[in-house]
């Protein structure tokens, strides 16, 4: 069946929507776009809707919430994140000037973070709803004059736009990146996590094995403490016995000085008992000189005189023993 020839009547069409066209930001609005989103990155923390909110926030402080929706605030941060990279890191063999490009300065401070606090923070406000709407609206065609079987049939919407559902394609983008975005951050982190506990699983390994040389290091030393030990508790039993050997000694030596001076005074006692006794002697054959004595008391006084000569020899050997 063709439709070519029925003709459409009584067809309304809705005022047009704005976000069919892009506003174009001053200079100015720029540097405050890109100081707002570097100062309230807090806002996109990757939530559902939160990218949403957070431009609506920063597009309401702007006073830019009646020319531009939130997807195409965020399609103009994505384009000159990607403009900034492109002429920040550009491919090997081509030239870029990135002075032709006047935000490349705004924006290389922007992603060295330099611009943190160069805004005030600002908070969501999701009660408001002054703000363009984020869809087009579709616009109702009603058919007539149709054929009977279309006539009964339901009203067709038309979108005038091709691309109805492209907001929502995009901030479904921006969503996907975000999440792409934290995964990411979370991969890095749980990475240098892994590395830094195989780092403190080589270094405890390291540590272990220190502690088992230092035990035995400890163990040697032990040793060695107890060997000195003994080494100085047999010095100490070797000096008690010099020191006993010793004092013996010193007792003996006393002991041959006291019997040497006995022997002393025994020998001078001696002497004098000899020189008393020669005066003696020598006294009697004096006397026996002198008066003659008859001659059988010369023949006594002879054996006499032998007597007390063989007494002298005895009693010197006696002396020389002493």
Not at 159 to 188: A, C, F, P, W
Not at 309 to 320: D, G, M, R, S, V
Request: net charge negative; proline share 3%.
């Amino acid at each position: 069946m063709d439709f070519r020839d029925h003709s459409y009547t009584n067809t309304t069409y809705d005022h047009l929507n704005p976000t069919d066209f892009t506003y174009k930001m001053s200079a100015k609005e720029i540097e405050d776009f890109v100081n707002l989103r570097v100062s309230n990155k807090s806002l996109f923390s990757g939530r559902r809707n939160a990218s949403m909110w957070g431009w609506r926030a920063i597009l309401k402080h702007m006073n830019l919430h009646h020319k531009m929706t939130h997807a195409q605030a965020s399609k103009k941060w994505e384009n000159m994140k990607k403009r900034y990279k492109e002429l920040k890191n550009p491919p090997e063999g081509i030239k870029v000037f990135p002075e032709s490009w006047p935000h490349f300065k705004l924006m290389d401070d922007a992603m060295e973070g330099r611009l943190e606090s160069s805004a005030p923070i600002l908070n969501m406000d999701r009660n408001n709803i002054d703000f363009l709407p984020n869809k087009p609206k579709r616009r109702k065609l009603s058919l007539i004059n149709s054929v009977p079987s279309l006539t009964s049939g339901p009203e067709i919407e038309v979108s005038l736009n091709g691309d109805e559902d492209i907001d929502e394609e995009e901030e479904e983008k921006e969503d996907s990146h975000e999440m792409d975005r934290i995964m990411q951050e979370v991969d890095t982190e749980r990475d240098m996590m892994d590395s830094e506990r195989l780092v403190m699983e080589r270094e405890k390994q390291v540590m272990e094995r220190e502690r088992m040389v230092l035990q035995r290091e400890r163990a040697v030393l032990d040793r060695e403490i107890a060997a000195v030990d003994r080494d100085r508790a047999s010095l100490e039993r070797e000096r008690a016995m010099i020191e006993r050997e010793k004092a013996m000694l010193e007792r003996e030596r006393a002991m041959v000085e006291r019997d040497r001076d006995e022997v002393s005074r025994n020998r001078l006692l001696l002497e004098r008992e000899k020189a008393r006794l020669e005066r003696l002697s020598a006294n009697k054959e004096h006397i026996a000189a002198e008066e003659g004595a008859e001659e059988g008391s010369e023949v006594r006084d002879s054996e006499d005189g032998d007597r007390r000569k063989k007494f002298l020899n005895l009693f010197e050997k006696l002396i020389e023993n002493f």
